[in-house]
């Protein structure tokens, strides 16, 4: 067994830079600074991505975030032309410490689940073992629409679908998560098809229902950006 | 794509890892050298083209036809004085060109130019990198440029090329929507994201089943054009929005706006928005060729066909470079689609310049309507037509 | 067309012509005429509705004789139900027929007498939600259908009396007349309860079809239930004790008085015993208090009358003892006279209300009797059909006073639940109502004019004449549908009684021939001999009169004072209610209950004082109270 | 630290992306509670829900199952919404007030 892989190699050195051009966001004064740095915080995310074997995910990222949402953002922070207005950033007052520390406390807490809190075997039986269930029950008992032909085990390798074959036994079940070692998935997993089938299938009305939502955001902003903008002055 | 480049640390097979991130390497600087250099010789074609058109002669003086001129141009770039506007964000302004120029390469990473080549038990992919949302890939790529556009404009504190950067970075995202949209119809049609597949499958005659009954047209090529004309008149449109030329230059309009995001840039700053511009040409005509007119391949002539040619008439090779017939026959067929993939960009680039000296400029109102209110329509129209083809010869 | 469609057009029309009215008040007001049309015109489709419905129900015989319409399920709690539905039988069909009928005519004549009243549409707006809510009183199926009308009409007569709410002795009158039928309402109400307990239902046919098993009946609950409803109906029709409020009534324009405080409205309390009758009949105390509280109230009512001198205040004391006729009646268990003489009474009191009003009218809003006589000539056709009236009223034979009032004094006398001496109390006030009448007549019509030189008297016009005369020959011939056997030998039947006969269960006297000829002729004597007396006293000997105060001072200032009855009730019951409520208010509202809220409201105050502090506007340090929030539960799991 | 030990460190699963994603998410509430400007709130706001999206793919990776990758679609299409009437918001309150600093804006106190 090598010691490290390339791909652990990589993630040291991705993640070192995505942390640092995330505490830049919040750090750097210039709000067109900041917002740079976050559109290279989501690029490198995508590529985390594809390290995760989610392409699509991946270039969808890249797409939508950095190519279009942070353009937004840009484009209206020079418009306003707020270049030459640097603030404060941190202030020592004690709301401030309040802030920083609860938020380092959080950080504290997120680390301390991430890192103990969830075993990899478990999340890999766990999410595995689910899909045979729940998406049954989903299909059948609770009526989601189905628009394609689902087939609710493709999922699973065959592999995997030998070990729990009788995954009702609750008792076989368990010996089984013991037995069950981290297992990645092949290299096709991730592939566009199979995002696309469980998209327009399992998921197809909040698809359609997260569209609907786009359009009525869609109109919004074009309404709320004609408008001449407040309804009342503001009391200083 | 990461995974696949595994690089082992303290082991044996450290030397093949090696061998592979060597080959890549290498493919990356040769294609990167190739677009830089095919810049300074389409700014040639580009000047002698426009002086053709309006019955001039163009720049002839320096080397054979002109050709060296070039070389001064570029040395004239590197020489310029480094310039810095006072109101600039410095940072911004020399990061800027670079943001226009990276997006620019990164997007050939995924145009499959030529076969693979097999030598010597090495498969060598004619590919910096077989993606397979490869097409996705280069949009989400191109969408970036945006930035190099944006920051130019905005650092150089000049109200000129702010105005100018807005202009095209929604002239850009505008055409990008219909661009993508306009797609969609022939990703459809060949069920992939990945460029070599949308080759292979353009491959052939062309050929249709229609209700089960199959019409196959021996003299036509199965290229995308024929199955998706719409989508191609589309996609070339969106193409030179993007790219800002010239029917869509209003983001540089120099009557209006001097000279656009980069007014205030000069010297081999403003060399690098140039090659950036023209990377993107070049990007954009390679995806014209592969989309639409069957990528490296010959028409109605396949892969295996050339091969079979080369080990017939190739022999006489294998000799004097030391290399397997089989090995000859696979580096020549992998140079001959390069030379047909080069041919077809080529004509696409040569269409580029031959548009700008032809067409008038838009305004900047009818460039929006053309974009929103004509191409978007459309390529609607054409994406639920195909579906709907597809839909009922599918079913039956 | 169905009867459905029928009842539904009969209902609505009313409401439809009082939102028309009351939601374009601003353009009606313009012109009296246009919102009279308006008015008039749904008052009308109503009448023809209700006319083709009676039509519908003659056609029917004995059992079948009504009709039944549900709508929809209005209110339904626990075993508590109520539906929307309506009942169209011989009482509601009669009653129905006199209200609209009475009050077309009553509204056409509006048209004249508030020609030159600045706002006509509210008026006529009013009048039609008057309509409306009657009909929904007599048409409705259950007891609480009939009380939402009972409700509605008590809330139009209050709009009504104080429609010249500038002045503020008519508000007044109006208050009090709504305040005086809130307490029969809650009477009304309890006794609903009562009912609703005892036998689980407000539905009419089905309490009718219900038997009543002797404990039920003769003590406990129907007799407290129907006394409940009795004290309802002594507010609504102006009975002792609660009648103060009808003669206050007659400051509300005199087609208001002629419509609800005459014919129609105050006459609830009747028709609600006739409806209930299965219910009273089981109850032989209720009925003797009815018969006893109504033979008072006629005859007390009626000596009041003697000497008044505001002609509408006349009238109103003779509505009150006429009303005490009518309960008299019922409460011998003569359900068919007393509804007859409802009838009747309807006729020819709204014509004489409409008559006075008409005079009223010609004097140029002049109303004591005093400063008027010898109209006759000036006002000829007010002065016949008021004659006509004056006829009815005091018994004149053929008119149709005559045979309601001689019925229910027949049943009085003969009825089991009867007395003599109800019956001499009965005639003893028939003589008196034909003495104040003719007084009424002498005073205003006969004799030598008093007129002030100033007031030019005119006829009034055509549209309230023709009303009038409408009323005059109702007067006269209404009463032929109830002509008594006796008269005829039996060869003209009792049309009325037949007609009633299958919705009511009379209580059939005992008595011979000999008798009721005998009680007859006594009544009709008596009336004449008054009559007479009051003709010779008021014109023949006009002096005489003025001294008659001096001989019988006492008697005099007590009756021209009506008993005190309103000072009694100021002093006994109204002052120390409002020292009473005084006390309250500074004692225990002030420093009990006002001190401990103020206190709840302090604390609740000063806590929020100091959490606003939290509350400072800055959107950041809200997103900072929800990041506490978060990191105590992931702390909470954590520890767990 | 033994090179067993160190390597269980280094060597990279689910738990190192979750830790990852855990310390995006939390400086993204450290830009939403510190930052005056309304717009770089709203870009903290965006790398919170980045951080999220990191969660769902490696779970999805982890776990086998391409719900996760499902999910961020949803994730982004919101984010997207959120963020243009968010800027739109922001944009009618800069023309009306020349201001984003949303100090100044405590119309709301109790």
Known sequence: MAFLTSEDILFHFFAAAIVVSALLVVFVSNPIYSALFLALTMSILSIFFFMLHAPFVAVAQLTVYAGAVMVLFIMVVMLFDLKREHEEVVKFSPVMIAKVTSAALLCGFLIGVGWLGVNATQVNAATVLAPQVEAKDLDKSHGIPVMGPVNPDEDLTAAEEANFVDSKDQVKKEAALEKVEIKLPPDEFGSTASLSKKLFSKYVFAFEAVSLLLLVAIVGSVALAKSKGGTHHVSR | MFGRVTLWIGTKEMGSGLLEFAINALKIVIVFVAIVSTVPLLVWVERRGSAFMQN???????????????????????????FIPDHADKVLYFMAPGLALLPAALTFAAVPFSSPVTIMGHTINMQIADINVGIIYIFAVASLAVYGVLTAGWSSGNKYSLIGALRACSQMIS????????????????????????????????????????????????????????????????????????????????????????????????NMFFMGEYGHMITSSALITTLFFGGYALPLISPEQVAAFWIDHGAGLAGPLHLSIADVSSLMTTLTHLAVFGLKTGFWLFFYVWVRWTLPRFRYD??????????????????????????????S | MSPELLIAVLLLSPLVGFLINGLLAKQNNKSAVRAGIIGTLAS??????????????????????????????????????????????????????????????IHLYSVGYMGHDPKPAKFFSYLNLFLFNMLVLVLGDNLLLMFVGWEGVGLCSYLLIGFWFEDPAKAAAGMKAFITNRIGDAGFLLGLFMIFVTFGSVQFQELAKMTFTPEVANLGPITLATLFLFIGATGKSAQIPLYIWLPDAMAGPTPVSALIHAATMVTAGIYMIVRLNFLFVAAPTTMGVIAVVGAATAFFAASIGLLQNDIKKILAYSTVSQLGYMFLGVGVGAFGAGFFHLMTHAFFKALMFLGAGSVIHGMHEEQDVRKMGGLAKKMPITYFTFLCGWLAIIGTPLFSGFFSKDEILWNAYSSPLGSHALWVVGVLTAGMTAFYMTRLMALTFWGESRVAPTVKVHESPLVMTIPLMALAFLSVVGGWVGIPHILTGGHIPNIFEGWLDSSVKTIEGAGSAGEEWMTMVVSVTVAGASAYAAYFLYVKRPKLVSELPKKFKMAYNLIYNKYFIDEIYQWTLVKPLIQLSRGLWAYLDVRVIDRTTYLVSDIVKGTGDNLKLMINGNVQQYALYILFGVIASLAFVFAR | MSQDSLQAFLHVGINHYLVLSGILFSIGVLGVLTRKNAIVILMSIELMLNAVNLDFVAFSRYGNNIDGQAMVFFVMTIAAAEASVGLAIAVAVFKRFKEVNISKFENLKG
């Open chain 2, 56 to 82: 001039r002669l163009g720049p002839n003086r320096v080397g054979p036809l002109g050709l060296l001129q070039l070389l001064a141009d570029a040395i004239k770039f590197i020489f310029k004085e480094e």
């Open chain 2, 175 to 270: 055409y990008e929507i219909a661009m993508g949209l306009s797609l969609i119809g022939v990703l459809i049609m060949y069920q992939s994201f990945s460029l070599n597949d949308m080759i292979a499958s353009q491959i052939g005659g062309f050929n249709f089943n229609w209700h089960g009954v199959h019409h196959a047209f021996k003299y036509l090529p199965a290229w995308g054009i024929f199955y998706q004309p719409l989508s191609f008149i589309l996609f070339v449109t969106c193409g030179f929005a993007e790219t800002n030329r010239m029917p869509f230059d209003l983001p540089e309009g120099e009557a209006e706006l001097v000279g656009g995001y980069h007014t205030e840039y000069g010297g081999f700053k403003f």
């Open chain 2, 366 to 395: 009818q460039l929006m309507d053309l974009g929103w209110k004509t191409l978007l329509p459309w390529s609607l129209v054409n994406l639920a037509l195909t579906a709907t083809v597809i839909f009922f010869a599918r079913v």
């Open chain 3, 44 to 105: 009308g489709i109503s009448f023809l509705c209700a006319a083709i419905l009676f039509s519908t129900l003659l056609g029917l015989n004995g059992e079948e004789r009504h009709l039944h319409v549900f709508y929809f399920n209005w209110l339904e709690v626990g075993k508590f139900k109520a539906d929307m539905a309506f009942l169209v039988d011989p009482i509601s069909a009669v009653m129905i027929m006199i209200i609209t009928g009475v009050g077309s005519l």
